[in-house]
């Protein structure tokens, strides 16, 4: 692959994630302002979610900033932004149940999400060293050839990470749009809403996946060229 083709790629990668980001933000906002029909918070629909699936030992809390839900694993908490803990919206609903399909995954022992657990700490340790490495390796490819070959292993690590959270994040969202639909807490009006919100959330993993490969490749080939 040329490299004029790979910066191509890497410019649309960042359109690409510009819009996403932007659409994602506009679905959030406005479906914010659309009452579900359940009427319940963001927490209260997460701990009906878990104790629908047997899952007594997990706390919902509140954590501050906007879209900063997530679950961990580490101390068993499903972690909401305010906006989702005390929302009644369609988006709160979307959100709450999404991070909980996480919790659900876990409890099942999903594959993906397994193989994502695995890679945490390497990846960690990866992001936490892989620019330098590169650039060291760039700067010294005559002298240590083999340097910027051990970042282009550490950058593929995280670029497999990207990939392989791409399913887990896809089977939560699926795992919330059919629980929310069958808890009554969205209806067919509403429901379409769900869809679109979690939607434009994956797209972000999406775009963040070709980025990644994108820059792998990238690096490959100023390995090969300076080989």
Not at 105 to 131: C, D, K, T
Not at 171 to 195: F, H, I, K, Q
Not at 200 to 218: D, E, H, N, P
Request: charged share 10%.
């Amino acid at each position: 692959m040329s490299t004029g083709l790979i910066w191509l790629i890497m410019i649309a990668v960042m359109v690409g994630s510009f819009i996403v980001q932007q659409m994602l933000n506009s679905r959030f906002e406005k479906y914010s302002k659309i009452g579900n029909p359940g009427g319940l918070t963001g927490a209260e629909i997460a701990q009906k979610m878990l104790l629908d699936h047997g899952i007594k030992d997990v706390r919902i809390v509140s954590v501050e900033g906007k879209l900063t839900d997530h679950f961990n694993p580490a101390t068993a908490t499903v972690n909401l932004s305010h906006d989702v803990y005390y929302g009644r919206s369609v988006a709160a609903a979307a959100v709450a149940a999404h991070e909980c399909g996480h919790v659900v995954q876990h409890s099942e022992g999903y594959a993906p999400l397994r193989m994502r657990s695995a890679l945490v700490p390497v990846v960690s340790f990866a992001s936490s060293i892989v620019q330098w490495v590169l650039l060291a390796g760039i700067l010294l490819i005559n002298a240590f050839p083999g340097l910027l070959w051990f970042g282009i292993a550490l950058f593929a690590m995280t670029t497999l990470f990207s990939f392989i959270t791409l399913p887990v994040e896809i089977n939560a969202s699926a795992r919330a749009v059919a629980w929310l639909e069958n808890a009554g807490v969205t209806d067919a009006g509403t429901r379409p809403m769900a869809v679109d919100a979690l939607k434009w959330a994956a797209y972000t993993y999406v775009i963040a996946a070709i980025g990644s490969l994108a820059t792998l490749i990238y690096y490959i080939s100023v390995a090969n060229r300076r080989n």
